[in-house]
């Protein structure tokens, strides 16, 4: 990733480690940045992000979104991880592991003297116990949510047949089939390692009192405010130099601005483009980090219910909807237009794949052949809350409301709190609904096997356009089980022809992601995935 106002940028391909190198084939292009001050780090300091919205739960096997899972990010710690500022995995929890040469068995072996943040030792059975109550039906805690949804948005429900306890360190785990992507998915959120004593003390609401192993501890929560957490002293890895760290909510991007430029908060989350000029004018003292996002902003068609049911009216609404002005109007410069339903950043982007070319006269067209000369009336759900790929979606929905006018279809607008809005088209309950997703790992699979597999559809669903083509389904789990990367690479782009064509969605855009901040915050790393780990900040005098 990059920051303008350093001069010259970093880049390059990485790989995963040899142990997982022949199955993995995560590689990621990106560009890592780091702010670091002149001056000795320093102890101390309570740093204030502003962000805009609040977590839904602090649970990481839970939620999968955005605002949860920062806070997540600081609080817990995972196997295997993420190299700050790549999608390269390094140690994490897990010292070293290996694998078997059909790529069916993991054996971990853990760091020792880790402890969990209320005392107890991180061993062999917290860490089948994190990853088993999303698993098994009759584990203890796996009722204490309504749904794993990335355990099963990831295929892990089928994928893993069984763990052991090799020894106190020391955990194994055997799979149904080789696994691609793997490794790679052991570093997510849901992946996290939890203290057992913890869930056990409070059940289900384990997520409103979280406790892990990561460099700052949970403190406290006051809902659509302010979480507080405080510097883990004993964390196993780089220990953090801040004392607290203050993830303070404020949804109205007007006033999340003014906080930022009245210097109430250190670090501002999702500025609109408009936002960041504004700050660079008025405080010419901050800084601003920016990078190409890993993600995509897209509107999903709920392809049960009519007339999205009809691939033509599909087809009719993306050639209607004018991406470019929206690009232009309200990303500002900050994106560009979607074609794919993944970046063209990440290896396995089908370049063949053509947009569909804005027309009123063809889209209009497309609906007399679909049955719908003069239009027809539905309804839009917008996001309630800026997202690192959709600065605006009220702003979004209103123009493409605006667009889709001029084809005779009438469009209402509907949103909700952001968890309600979740639940909402998790469930199915709209016609047309924008939403988006941040990578996590830097695999093909991340996007389109979690958003448009037909294994992914059963409510509460990861692919809210409930999109069931079984070729593409079956593409799909195919690249999954493939070693060779250019094979794994072959198959995505098969999948997106296909995809590009039932037209699913109306991909929207893929945005750069920025990140204002005041001169005294250093050492600050953007990632490719949008984590917000915050170890290796400190604030200046």
Known sequence: ?????????????????????????????????????????????????????????????????????????NIFDTL?????????????????????????????????????????????????????????????????????NYWNDMGMNT????????????????????????????????????????????????????????????????????????????????????ARVIFRSIPDSSARLNAFLAKEIHMM?????????????????????????????????????????????????????????IIKGIYSGMGMAAVNPIPPSLWGYNTSVKQYAYSIERSKQLLKEAGFPNGFKTTLYYMPVSRPYMPDGKKVAEAIQADLKKIGVEVSLSTYEWGTYLDKT??????????????????PDNFLHVLLSGENTKPPAANIAFYNNTRVTDILRQAKTVSEQSKR????????????????WIPIAHSRVAMPMDKRVNGYVMTPNETRRFNTVWLAK
């Not at 199955?23 to 805009?52: D, H, Q, W």
């Not at 602090?58 to 920062?70: C, I, M, R």
């Not at 309950?429 to 695999?443: I, K, Q, R, T």
């Not at 995505?492 to 022809?497: P, W």
């Open 1 to 73: 990733m990059n920051r303008r106002h350093l001069g010259k940028v970093l880049g390059g391909h990485f790989g995963l480690l040899l142990a997982a190198s022949v199955l993995a084939g995560t590689n990621a292009t990106f560009i890592p940045s780091v702010a670091f001050g002149a001056e000795t780090p320093r102890e101390g300091g309570v740093l204030i992000y502003g962000r805009g919205g609040d977590s839904v739960s602090l649970d990481p096997a839970k939620e999968t979104d955005g605002e949860s899972l920062n806070v997540c990010d």
């Open 80 to 148: 295997v991880q993420f190299k700050l500022g790549t999608t390269e995995i390094e140690p994490g929890l897990a010292e070293s592991w290996s694998v078997t040469p059909d790529g069916t068995s993991y054996t971990f072996k853990l760091r020792p003297n880790v402890k969990f943040h209320d005392g107890t030792p991180l061993d062999a059975d917290a860490v089948i116990f994190s990853l088993m109550r999303q698993h098994d039906a009759k584990h203890e805690a796996y009722g204490y949510a309504k749904a794993w």
């Open 159 to 242: 994928l893993v047949k069984a763990m052991t306890k090799v020894d106190a360190n020391t955990v194994k785990i055997e799979l149904a089939r080789p696994e691609a992507p793997f490794l790679a998915n052991m570093a997510m959120q849901f992946a996290s390692i939890v203290s057992p004593t913890a869930v056990r003390k409070f059940k289900e609401d384990f997520a409103k009192n979280p406790v892990g192993t990561g460099p700052f501890k949970f403190v406290s929560w006051t809902k659509g405010e302010r979480i507080v957490l405080d510097a883990n002293k004993e964390f196993w890895g780089q220990k953090p130099k801040l």
């Open 269 to 325: 989350n999702q500025p609109t483009p408009d936002q960041v000029a504004t700050i660079k004018q008025r405080r010419p003292d901050a800084s601003v980090m920016d990078a190409p996002g890993m993600n995509v902003a897209y509107l999903a068609f709920n392809v049960q219910k009519k007339p999205f049911d009809n691939a033509k009216v599909r087809q009719a609404l993306n050639t209607a909807v004018n991406k470019d002005a």
């Open 426 to 443: 998790k469930n199915g309950e709209h016609e047309m609904a924008l939403l988006g997703w941040s990578g996590d790992n830097g695999d």
């Open 489 to 504: 690479a072959s198959l995505y782009q098969e999948a997106q022809t296909i995809i590009h064509k039932d037209a699913p």
